[in-house]
């Protein structure tokens, strides 16, 4: 298992690097996101979020505060030390859409020295008010991690993670339908998590949102030709995850609490 995340992981990281000659870029958006979670005795947890997103784009509104608003739930158990399994839900609206995600995944983690090496593999199906965007899709995340801690409660979590996600094509019509890239998103991100305590951690994260399309030849205000083809659309992100933790009086081990990007 770690070998193929180290080979993934570098997988990733070329085609990234070589995906930047072809690559548009947006202005920056805000991701805060308020979390609470509830451990239960047998080591499962379940959560509830809500978050937005906001551009930072003057020319683009910004209704109640975010263009996109978003609330998910889930749960998860540890199957062993290694292996957890879980489902999520997640609705969002984005000017005038309505999108409503399940979603079920696993999880396993493991340690080289002081690190932690996470991989998530997830399989959800967006069901959406316009038909076009009604599909299922795949979810791969791996992730690094460390623990450091500054005291009793304090302790910082540095970890970077790479996400990809693709639309599941099964018989897809070739003369109907427009042609697609292999990969449909990925998101890079950095974060430093501070816990200050077994009720409460907050989570600053930068990243970078990345759409692969191919696009159609167009001209430009002047009538030149702008060919058509691969492209990657780019949006830096800052975000802010914190957490509200609640613990079972029963709780009959010390539990392991996850990242907040669940």
Avoid at 7 to 21: D, E, N, S, Y
Avoid at 60 to 70: D, E, L, S
Wanted: charged share 20%.
């Amino acid at each position: 298992m770690r070998k193929i995340f180290l080979v993934l992981l570098a997988g990733l990281c070329a085609g990234t690097a070589h995906a930047q000659t072809r690559r548009v870029g947006y202005d920056l958006e805000l991701w805060p996101e308020l979390q609470a979670e509830y451990a239960f005795t047998n080591l499962g947890y379940a959560f509830l979020s809500a978050g937005g997103l906001r551009t930072t784009n003057t020319d683009i509104n910004n209704p109640g505060g975010f263009y996109r608003k978003q609330l998910k739930a889930g749960y998860e158990t540890w199957l062993n030390e290694q292996w957890s399994l879980g489902g999520t839900a997640r609705y969002s609206y984005l000017e005038g859409s309505n999108e409503f995600s399940p979603e079920i995944m696993l999880r396993h983690r493991s340690t080289i020295g002081a690190f932690t090496l996470g991989q998530r593999l997830g399989a959800e199906y967006r069901f959406a008010n316009t038909p076009d965007q009604t599909r299922g899709l795949t979810r791969l995340r791996l992730d690094v991690e460390r623990q450091v801690p500054l005291g009793s409660t304090l302790m910082l979590r540095p970890r970077l993670s790479y996400e990809l996600a693709t639309y599941l094509r099964l018989q897809r019509d070739e003369q109907t339908q427009p042609k697609e890239r292999v990969i449909d998103f990925g998101l890079l991100r950095a974060e430093m998590g501070v816990r200050l305590s077994d009720h409460f951690d907050f989570t600053p994260w930068f990243g970078y949102l990345t759409s692969y399309q191919f696009v159609l030849s167009q001209t430009d205000s002047e009538g030149k030709l702008i060919p058509g083809g691969r492209r990657n659309f780019v949006t830096p992100m800052l975000g802010l995850e914190a957490r509200f933790t609640f613990l079972s009086k029963t709780l009959l081990t010390p539990r392991k609490q996850l990242p907040t990007q669940h």
